[in-house]
């Protein structure tokens, strides 16, 4: 198991297909092989291993006279998204095209793979192979990231937000932004607003 920047996982999968990787997780512990990520991470990792070998009251006390966090176990949040268009499948770059100039518009399977020549299952199939994200997912992606930087910027409710990324219902698309970045949109809001 390794831990790597989350921007860069797509790369390194491909690189190192044999290694188990954890973009998501701050620290990963394998017995005597410890591993972070990220510019902090390090700080991170050092909280982790005095809470494994000394307590979580001294853990506690070091994160204070740090000014740092402790407990954080994920780096979902501060995630970049990778288009992952590092591959050679031509029509499966053009789809991921049309669908990032038109995430807030509804997509189907089938006038997808209709209007790019494929079959419905040839679409899915190639998709997956070239991105590693079925269409569906791929397209909750993109519209977690418009929605993280519309809340960065403020401004917007919610429920604006919701209807602007392309969803209907707030709770749902709620769900699915709290799933991609470990925060409910209020608690995303309040860490990466703006001063």
Not at 33 to 50: Q, R
Request: overall charge positive; some cysteine; glycine content about 6%.
């Amino acid at each position: 198991m390794a831990k790597r920047q989350p921007l860069f996982a797509g790369q390194f999968r491909k690189r190192y297909p044999q290694i188990d990787l954890k973009p998501e997780r701050l620290v990963t512990d394998e017995g005597d092989l410890f591993c972070s990520g990220g510019y902090n991470a390090g700080t991170d990792l050092c909280l982790y291993l005095v809470e494994k070998y000394c307590g979580h009251e001294i853990a506690l006390q070091s994160s204070k006279s740090m000014i740092a966090d402790i407990g954080r176990t994920t780096q979902a949040p501060y995630a970049i998204f990778e288009f992952q268009k590092d591959h050679n499948d031509n029509r499966i770059l053009a789809v991921q095209q049309w669908i990032e100039d038109r995430f807030s518009q509804e997509h189907s399977y089938d006038q997808l793979a209709d209007k790019f020549g494929m079959s419905r299952r040839t679409f899915e199939r190639r998709f997956k192979a070239a991105t590693g994200d079925t269409p569906l997912f791929y397209l909750q992606r993109i519209r977690v990231e418009a929605a993280k930087r519309m809340l960065e910027n403020g401004g917007l409710s919610f429920d604006e937000i919701t209807y602007q990324v392309g969803y209907e219902d707030s709770s749902s698309f709620r769900k699915v932004f709290s799933k991609q970045t470990g925060l409910q949109p209020s608690a995303y809001r309040k860490k990466f607003q703006r001063i």
